[in-house]
């Protein structure tokens, strides 16, 4: 056949037809909402075997269109299960990422309009949304004002931008912590560059220093126990600072976290704020999960000290309501920031630009694209107002002081870790760490495998521990309760088949379960 000669101009328009889209648009929203409406129906974690996909689709690409009728039916019976339900309301592991009607609605209006906003001038209304949302953020969460950009449309001050994530937030703050160093010092002492974190700290932090070139022998992961709270010591910190400095290396960037990712602790900002500004190191607050909770008054308090820090980021999609990806980052000094990330192609000079009066948030950020995010949380502020969010994040907080309860209730269990927020660390007892350690992997998979609800662990201090995590939006306080049961359930099972395979010392089996 030969190669076409021109373009049939009917043929192409069809390609982004508004008739067909509102169509088959219509049809995907049935198939969302269906979806919603049963996703209590399926299991939570995935029963799929590795591969399963690749023996169900065809191993060649399709080569004439499909109808969207065809292709949902693919979704449902080959993609469908082969997901985590994320959204289910029994879906209690990592942490949440939430989703709402309004963040629905506002990732559509940002895929629908499909803009490329990675300068003032590319779009102008994405620009000045994300920096009004920001600001917005900055106020309610009480930062001080050189957060926030300055009124007075001058170039230097603070100022925020939308990420997809937390992780690259902390990869953009080490390049300009890094890069303000060694203008000073030289970059070729490089190798002297220091990054202090906590044994709870994310491994975000760990992965963040290498891609910037730190070496992994100068990453400190300093250890935390049950007794301080498994929070990251000012005075841990200030003393591995001063050996380094005694070996002729250089600290240069801290990170604190807002609720660690494995058992929800708090860093004391004030502190660790004080400790950074005598070293001369950035500090970095990873707020990812429960900076979210910070605006409600009865939890700012896990902010304070944040005058001292130098960046600050949070995950919207986690707690608050907006769907995947939207991470808000906080930066003091954008002049240093601006300046470690800022390219100037000439392909990207305008005169809106030239005239330093306008935000290029491709300077803000790894990539030169982005996605106009900012309509997304727009749409999220303005449909639930603080009033509704905050009542959302204390439901949150109420089921898992719920949950909390029934564990305490139970003597077979214990609570491992304080709860700070919608996260409770529990474990089964058992006599001695390592038997400990055994029994809750087994109840942990035992319980996952039943398909009723998903929960994850982690290890503290030596101790592992399983995560109950609140927060999908759908989690109501029955769902709560029948994670429980199942759990229960489960424990029972396995201490009895314990028990039934251990012998006495006279060589007869014996089992104590608790009814």
Request: proline share 4%; hydrophobic share 40%.
């Amino acid at each position: 056949m030969a190669a076409p000669t021109s373009i049939d101009a009917k043929e192409s328009a069809r390609l982004l037809d508004s008739h067909e889209f509102c169509q088959q648009a219509h049809r995907v929203v049935d198939f969302i909402a269906d979806y919603y409406k049963h996703i209590e129906d399926y299991p939570v974690l995935s029963p799929v075997e590795p591969g399963y996909l690749r023996r169900q689709l065809p191993e060649t690409f399709p080569t004439s269109p499909e109808s969207i009728e065809k292709i949902l039916l693919d979704v449902n019976n080959s993609i469908i299960p082969g997901l985590t339900h994320w959204q289910s309301p029994s879906f209690f592991a990592y942490f949440q990422t939430n989703a709402s009607t309004a963040g629905f609605l506002g990732e559509m209006l940002c895929c629908g309009f499909n803009i490329v906003c990675f300068n003032w001038v590319s779009s102008p209304a994405a620009t000045e949304l994300e920096a009004i949302v920001m600001d917005w953020m900055a106020q309610m969460l009480k930062l001080p004002p050189a957060f926030m950009f300055p009124t007075n449309n001058a170039s230097h001050g603070g100022g925020g931008v939308l990420h997809g994530s937390t992780c690259e937030a902390i990869v953009c703050t080490l390049v300009a912590a890094r890069d303000k160093v060694l203008s000073k010092v030289g970059f070729d002492n490089i190798t002297k560059l220091v990054v202090y974190g906590s044994d709870q700290t994310h491994s975000s932090l760990e992965k963040g220093a290498r891609i910037v070139g730190i070496s992994p022998q100068n990453f400190r992961s300093l250890p935390t126990s049950a007794a301080t709270g498994y929070c990251l010591l000012p005075l841990a910190v200030q003393a591995a600072m001063a050996d380094d400095i005694a070996k002729g290396l250089i600290p240069f960037y801290v990170c604190a976290t807002i609720g660690t990712t494995g058992v929800g602790a708090v860093d004391p900002l004030e502190d660790l704020g004080l400790v950074a500004k005598r070293y001369g190191a950035w500090l970095h607050v990873d707020a990812a999960y429960a900076g979210s909770a910070c605006i409600c008054p009865e939890f700012r308090h896990h902010l304070d000290g944040v005058e001292h820090v130098s960046s600050i980021s949070m995950n919207l999609h986690k707690w608050f309501l907006t769907n995947m990806d939207c991470c808000c980052l906080w930066i003091k000094d954008t002049t240093t920031f601006v300046s470690a990330l800022s390219t100037n192609s000439e392909y990207l000079r305008n005169s809106a630009t030239e005239c330093k009066k306008v935000i290029d948030y491709k300077d803000w950020q790894i990539s030169l694209s982005r996605r106009f995010r900012s309509i997304k949380l727009w749409l999220v502020l303005r449909a639930y107002g603080v009033d509704k969010l905050r009542e959302h994040i204390r439901s949150d907080v109420m089921l898992a002081m719920v949950f909390e309860k029934l564990v305490m209730a139970d003597a077979q269990f214990e609570v491992a870790a304080p709860r700070r927020f919608a996260m409770v660390c529990f474990r089964l007892g058992a006599n001695g760490e390592h038997d400990q350690s055994m029994l809750n992997r087994k109840l942990m998979e035992a319980v996952n495998s039943t398909g009723k609800l998903y929960i994850t662990h982690t290890v503290a201090a030596g101790a592992y521990i399983l995560r109950f995590a609140i927060g999908a939006t759908l989690t109501e306080e029955r769902h709560v309760r029948a994670a429980w049961t199942v759990i229960q359930e489960q424990a029972r099972l396995l201490l009895s088949q314990r028990a039934s395979s251990t012998p006495s010392e006279n060589g007869v089996a014996t089992a104590h379960v608790s009814p």
